[in-house]
């Protein structure tokens, strides 16, 4: 079992940034690692993923450019720094940690942190 918690959120303007940590405990932490998020009636999406070695990463299209994804696997911890925030960002930012199949799906991550709220006000 992997347990996460994810922090780091909060409300921010426009423009601004945030940076958001998933704290791993429990098995060893190799797995790769991603980010996805869920607005309000809206499916949850992927935003971002890097492998356990840190030397690939991954991210959406709608991120690209303005989000990085990093690990500190000494610190069992993955970071999310996400700037030029856009009130379209709003949502529940969730990690999870990859087992199998396309790292872009949700159905491939089988252990998932509560979520931490970030919204970006217009």
């Known amino acids: 079992q992997v347990q996460l918690v994810e922090s780091g959120g909060g409300l921010v303007q426009a423009g601004g940034s945030l940076k958001l940590s998933c704290a791993a405990s429990g098995r060893t932490f190799s797995y790769a690692m991603g980010w996805f998020r869920q607005a309000p009636g809206k499916e949850r999406e992927f935003v971002a993923a890097?492998?356990?070695?840190?030397?690939?990463?991954y991210y959406a299209d709608s991120v690209k450019g303005r989000f990085t994804i990093s690990r500190h696997n000494a610190k069992n911890t993955v970071y999310l720094q996400m700037n030029s925030l856009k009130p379209e960002d709003t949502a529940v930012y969730y990690c999870?940690?990859?087992?199998?199949?396309?790292?872009?799906?949700?159905?491939?991550?089988?252990?998932w942190g509560q979520g931490t709220q970030v919204t970006v006000s217009s």
């Open positions: 890097i492998a356990w070695s840190g030397g690939s990463t």
């Open positions: 999870a940690a990859h087992t199998n199949g396309d790292i872009g799906v949700d159905g491939s991550y089988d252990y």
